[in-house]
């Protein structure tokens, strides 16, 4: 397709579509309203945000390489900590899955033209920079120190203004996340092509309906909580003082409700990536579509009834353990349905290993061994056994690190031919997974040990008896910080010289493959028309209408050789 040219920043919506074309590198710096580019602001400045929550790891692991407080200061440690966690799961796997690759992909997906609410889509990105600065800025005040969770009474006497401040940012991105969810479900529902079915939607797509659903209903809860905290640290409000009536456990009732559905914000949409980039690079169907639909509802719907198994310990009465205990494990039922479809989906499939597939596959290997010693968390004897050890900081990096880094990675390699117009160099691809898969199993692995033989989390010394395995680990995540090294330069280079992606490399079937590469400004000169299913690969019997859109099987990708 070729577009005329026309000035950049004209008018975004034309009477006629024939004057689009690709935005300028300084578009992505303005409040623009084009869900692709907000999808790319996400995309990049959440990773700014991942080097960022990187580094302080790094920071972390060089303290804890010996068991002295020799490298950081003991406060310093506990901000880094802090920020760490925060950085990671709010500013980068969040925001990153649903505002970066939820904004790019749902309307090409559905074959609108933008979301149904543009100008909301771009406040809600842009109340994400000012997000992080607070967290950043919050170092000036010695940084939020109280761990990720913030429990009083600990958060109330530790460093307030740099908490305020943490806590500020928090519901400043809480507050975007629930203006992208509202965005994401009217889109979905009022924007679709006509011709195309509830179940002819992709699965990411199902994937950020649910999320976004569950995000509507979770983070208004944490929001009531920060804020009851806020008034305690700055108002002399007691809402969680007991010394004057307050209830710490409020709190943590509070944070969870929000915070454990959280996880599943976190991996739903990464569902989704796997949903869409195993059966491309498979060549096959995926196996069971409506199960992996419904599985994500499913999801969503017991995911709100387990939070307590984070209070176990909390002085949670033994029939609401095993209350807990038992929602929590039925909710590896519908996780167990994903897994399963997608191991049957590779089974017997042409599998081309690409970078995308590679870190799918990595995906798979790591979060089932996260889920694995989920099981065993969520099982309350165990878990009043290793809590607040380092087996919790190994179960959560498999599932965070393996089963989200791993799919929003997959995810780009899928996609960034789609956003740039120009494929990544696969060696370059190669190396980065291996290192990442490495260094991930280095770090994280013999952390399963140290939890088990008691060494407590959140601590900068430590019992010389641990030395040794925490020297593997560090040495693991030196390997991880260097990993990220191929994939940036990758990630630079192909965007200016990589080889030219053409719309459609990797022969996929959905929607958005439909259109140009980088897409045009609004997505399609004609609207396309959905006849089948995404992922009718290798089924016969469809015929194809005017944008070649249900073509018989292609050939081999010349992309991948
Ligand atoms: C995107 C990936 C990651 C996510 C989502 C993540 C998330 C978290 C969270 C939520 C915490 C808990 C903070 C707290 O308990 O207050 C944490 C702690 C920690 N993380 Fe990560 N992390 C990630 C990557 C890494 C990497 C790559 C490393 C090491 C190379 C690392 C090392 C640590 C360490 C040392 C702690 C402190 C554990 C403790 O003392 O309890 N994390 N991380
Ligand atoms: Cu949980």
Redesign the pocket.
């Known amino acids: 397709m070729t577009q005329a040219e026309v000035p950049v920043g004209s008018q975004v919506y034309t009477e006629h579509h024939t004057t689009h074309k690709a935005w300028k590198w300084y578009d992505y710096f303005t409040f623009n309203i084009d869900h692709k580019v907000i999808g790319i602001q996400y995309l990049v400045t959440t990773f700014i945000f ?1 080097l960022i ?2 580094l302080m ?2 920071a ?2 060089t303290e ?1 390489a010996t068991p002295d407080p020799d490298f950081l200061d003991p406060n310093l440690y506990n901000a880094f ?2 920020n ?3 950085i ?2 709010f500013m ?2 969040v925001p990153a899955s649903i505002g970066g690759f939820g904004n790019y992909l749902v309307p090409l997906m559905i074959g609108a033209r933008d979301m149904a609410f543009p100008k909301l889509n771009a406040l809600a990105f842009w109340m994400v920079p000012p997000a992080g600065l607070l967290l950043m800025g919050s170092f000036f005040f010695g940084g939020a120190q109280a ?3 913030s429990y009083p009474p600990l958060s109330e006497i530790t460093a307030n203004t740099a908490q305020s401040m943490w806590i500020l940012s928090l519901v400043l991105a809480g507050t975007s996340s629930i203006l992208g969810s509202v965005n994401f479900v009217v889109t979905l529902v009022k924007m679709r092509v006509p011709s195309q079915k509830w179940d002819q939607l992709p699965l990411f797509c199902w994937a950020i309906f649910a999320t976004s659903i569950l995000a509507l209903v979770s983070t208004p809860v944490l929001a009531v909580g920060l804020g009851l905290l806020l008034f305690d640290i700055n108002f002399g409000t007691a809402f969680f003082k007991p010394e004057a009536g307050g209830q710490v456990v409020m709190y943590q009732h509070l944070f969870w409700f929000y915070s454990h559905p959280a996880v599943y914000l ?1 991996i739903l949409p990464i569902f989704g990536i796997m949903s869409e980039v195993i059966p491309v690079h498979a060549r096959k169907p995926i196996f069971g579509y409506k199960a992996i639909a419904y599985s994500s509802l499913a999801i969503c719907l017991v995911g709100l009834f387990v939070w307590v198994h984070h209070m176990f310990t909390s002085g949670t009465p033994p029939w609401m353990r095993l209350f807990f205990t038992i929602s929590t494990l039925i909710v590896a039922v519908p996780t167990g349905v994903k897994i399963f479809s997608w191991v049957a989906t590779l089974w017997g499939g042409k599998i081309r290993y690409t970078s995308a597939m590679l870190f799918a596959i990595g995906l798979l290997i790591m979060f089932v061994l996260g889920g694995l010693s989920g099981v065993t968390l969520g099982t309350a004897p165990v878990d009043i056994h290793v809590h ?1 050890t ?1 087996y ?2 190994a179960h ?2 498999y599932v ?2 393996g089963g ?2 791993f799919g929003i990675y997959a995810g780009i390699y899928h996609w960034f031919p789609k956003m740039t117009g120009r494929m990544m160099n696969e060696t370059l691809g190669r190396i980065h997974f291996a290192l990442t898969l490495i ?2 199993n280095l ?2 692995l013999p952390m399963h040990e140290l939890g088990l033989k008691g060494m ?5 010394m430590y019992d010389p008896q641990f030395a040794h395995i925490n020297v593997i ?2 040495i ?3 390997i ?2 260097f990993s990220t090294v191929p994939f940036i330069i990758n990630a630079i280079w192909s965007w200016r010289y990589g080889k030219k992606a053409g719309g459609n490399p990797w022969n996929a079937l959905t929607l958005e493959w439909t259109t140009d590469s980088p897409p045009i400004i609004e997505n399609w000169e004609v609207l396309p028309v959905v006849t089948h299913g995404p992922y009718d690969y290798g089924m016969n019997g469809h015929s194809a209408n005017g944008n070649g859109y249900g073509e018989a099987i292609p050939p081999e990708p010349s992309a991948t050789r």
């Open positions: 991942y929550g990187g790891a790094v972390m692991r804890l900590l802090t760490h966690g925060t990671m799961i980068w796997i761990g990720w969770t976190m607040d380092y919790v900081v959560f990096h965070l690190f989200s880094v260094g991930a770090t994280f407590p989390r959140r601590v900068a680990c560090t693991g995540a030196f991880l910080a």
